[in-house]
């Protein structure tokens, strides 16, 4: 597939991942307004075990990556005439080696960058867009997604299914 056609399907994606992420706040609002977990004592708070991890070792950034990094910092740096915001998500998409990310960034702003198409390879493209279908259908496999997209019909028997399955109850009015 072309650059400009992964660029597009990318932009598709992380459009319809955004909405999600937005109507996800709604729907959790909602079903938290509606059920309760059955086992909670009224006063509880529950507080999540943090288990101590040892941070991965660094890994080499790809060198293609690395390249098209130096290219749009020396445009997007604050001390070269860019602003901070800009250069910090900059930043935040060389770690994570986004390199679909930097390359939109540079479109919006304008920024030439000679061969673009070389940096990218057809498996950049689909893990990237993979990655975001994968966190988008995890919310939508949500409790409260399930919820807010249920006919009144299958509400019914999501009731049973949740209490059976994760200890939800309906909050008794």
Do not use: R
Request: hydrophobic share 30%; charged share 40%.
């Amino acid at each position: 597939m072309s650059y400009k056609k992964w660029i597009y399907k990318y932009k598709y994606l992380k459009y319809d991942f955004d909405e999600t992420k937005e109507l996800k706040e709604k729907y959790q609002q909602d079903f938290n307004s509606k059920f309760e977990f059955k086992n909670k004592k009224e006063d509880e708070v529950i507080i999540p075990k943090e288990d101590k991890v040892d941070s991965p070792p660094k890994k080499q950034k790809n060198k293609k990556v690395k390249e098209l990094y130096k290219k749009l910092s020396k445009k997007l740096h604050p001390d070269k005439g860019g602003n901070e915001e800009d250069f910090n998500e900059l930043n935040k998409f060389y770690e994570s080696e986004n390199i679909l990310e930097m390359a939109i960034k540079s479109e919006e702003l304008n920024l030439e960058i000679e061969n673009i198409d070389e940096y990218f390879t057809d498996d950049s493209f689909s893990n990237l867009c993979s990655n975001l279908e994968e966190q988008t259908s995890f919310i939508k496999n949500t409790l409260a997604w399930k919820w807010a997209i249920a006919t009144e019909e299958e509400k019914k028997t999501l009731i049973v299914l949740f209490e059976q399955q994760h200890g939800v109850i309906p909050i008794k009015e």
